[in-house]
Structures are given as C-alpha cells and as structure tokens.
C-alpha cells in the first residue's frame, strides 16, 4: 500500500513589492521569482489603460500564480486607476455625510461601492485593495482627511462592514487601515514619525473599538507608523504589545497583518535612530506581522533597495533574527481570490454591478 505522502512544509513569502513600469523587465521579474516575495503593489505609474493592466496583472501570474496583487484603491484622493472605464468613486467621508441623512441609505451605498470597487479591480487581474479605511476623523490629519468615513467609531465600523460585504461578494478580500488608529496623530508618517500621547484604555474606547467590532469581518488589517507612548514606546508596527497582546490576543483579530510602507521616512525612525528596511522589516514581521510592504523603491537605483531587503531578510534566518511563520503564509493565501473574476465585458452586463452604480451616492 501507498503511504500518502506529507505534503511540503510551508514557507513564508512575507514582502510585498513594486515594480518599475507598466511591463515587466527583467529585475522584476527576477524578484518575483525569489521565494520570499509574496505580493505586489500597483500604483497610478503602472496604468496606461485597461488592457495593459490586464496583461500585467497576467504576466505577474505567469511568473508566480501564487502572488498576491495589490492596490491602494479607495476613492476620492486615493484611487490609483481612475480611466478607461473605471469608476470615479467617492470618498469614505462622503458615506458618512450620507449617514447623518439616512443611515440604511449609507449602508447600501457602501456595500455599492465596495462591490463596484473590487469587482472593477478583479476584473483587471488585482486581487486585494488595501481598503477600507478604519481611522476616525478628528479633524486634524492631514494624510488621512476625507479618507476617513466619520468621527464616531460605530459609523466608522458599520459602513466598513458594508464596504467589506460589497468586496467580499465580488470576491475580493479587504484590509482595514491603520491599526489602532491614525486619525488623531497630526504628522504624516510619510515625513516625520506621528505620536498619539492617549492611553491605551482610551485608544481602546474610541480609535481602536472599529476593529473589536469587525474582529470576525476584517480579512486583513494595515498598521499604523505612528508612536502611542502611553502603551509602547515603538511605532504600533514594530509593536508586539499592539500587535500580539492587543490585536490578535484582546481584540481576537486571526486574519492577516500588513505593515504600511516601510519605505516611509517616518515609518523607520526608532527612538531616535534611522532603520534599514531590512531591520524594519525583521522587527515588524518579530513583532506580529505577516506581510511587509516596501513601495517605490524599483526606481530608486535600480530597485537596489529591495533587492538588499530580500538578501537580508534571507540572511537573518540563516543569523536566526526572525523566523518564517507558517501561519502567516496560510493567512497570505487565504487572501487570494477564491473565484474566477468577471471579465469587463462580462462585468458591464452583469446586473449587480449595475445596481450598485446606481447606488453610489
């Protein structure tokens, strides 16, 4: 009798990277291949038009079907492909003006547009928008804004359950942004390094409370680069407190953790001291998170910087300064699409997409 055989130990491919243009060349697809990448983010530069997109996305696949292809994909200001056919979607905040009018009007709204959202992506060939957004406006950031669905925690939490229905139903999971928070903190992450000095029990009673709710929704979660001195003294990606005890241990959140662009200026700094990307990246996946974002960096000499990520992220298994995970690869690929996407074609025909741009407020 044949015994059956054990099936490989799962690796973990935790970075997720860019490419350099609207084709892939050589060095991309050379990273593509290298085992420790997991996923690629797209941005505005890499679309000229439907097709192509479609046949980058395709030519992403056939290096490594296994990849996962992402986007910032909102609405309003954060919307990276907004031609040939794709839907001008509007801004979180626009829902939640609709919500002060009439709340089950909102939630329909929301759903709509979730599902226009991914269904559109998908079928281009993008598996996950890092949508939506969780954080609370309180009116003073600047790099979140519009961008946030409303100041009470229970609106924010319900018209992201509604954006998350409408993802999910076109087959596309969703990423919840930025754990625990980033509408407070003035400074943009980008730049400079965002504190928020409240203490933990009011973090957990206001900006945190939208991922306690959707802790049995939420598919995916992107934290913030911002410092809460009050509980850890590291920004919340580099925190096991925040990521450990708090989100997965308190909130009982099991899907997957994103860091935010760790090519960010204010994403690096660590009491006082300048990170690499790799020692970034290694901090971040020892902390608690399952996949690490490096962006825009195939353009900044020759993609040097991602290619010294994934030598060094290589290497510190080897020094034993971080571990591959197998759970976190297992929650990578349940981020995949479970289903065939509708083609364009197929999508301007199909009566729900239909409905839901009648729904966008």
Known sequence: MKLPQTPPPLHHAPVVLDIAGTKLGKDDRRRLKHPLTGGVVLFARHF???????????????????????????????????TDGFTALPAMRTLGALWMRDAMAATDAASA??????????????????????????????????????????VVALLAKSVAHGMLR????????????????????HVAVPVDKRSLKVLLADDARPYEWLSATLTAVMTAHVVYPKVDPRPATYSERWLKEVLRGRLGYTGAVFTDDLSMEGARWLQGSLLTAPEAAMLALNAGCDLVLLCNQSLVEGGAGIDQLLQELSEGIEQGRWQPDPDSELRR???????????????MHDAVYQRALERLP
């Not at 996962?68 to 309003?76: A, S």
């Not at 599902?115 to 979140?144: K, M, N, Q, T």
Request: net charge negative; with cysteine.
């Open 48 to 82: 000229e038009s439907r097709l192509q997109l479609t046949e980058l996305t395709a030519a992403i696949k056939t290096q490594r079907p296994d990849v996962l292809v992402c986007v910032d994909h909102e609405g309003g200001r954060v919307q990276r492909f907004r």
């Open 333 to 347: 690929l349940a981020l995949l699409p479970q289903s065939p996407p509708l083609d364009w074609d197929g999508l």
């Open 170 to 189: 076109a087959g596309m999971a969703h990423c919840g942004k930025h754990f625990p928070g980033h509408g407070y903190a003035t400074a943009d992450s």
């Open 113 to 154: 547009l979730g599902y226009v959202l991914a269904a559109e992506l998908r079928a281009c060939g993008v598996d996950l928008s890092f949508a939506p957004v969780l954080d609370l406006d309180h009116g003073g950031s600047s790099v979140i804004g519009e961008r946030a669905f409303h100041r009470d925690p229970r």
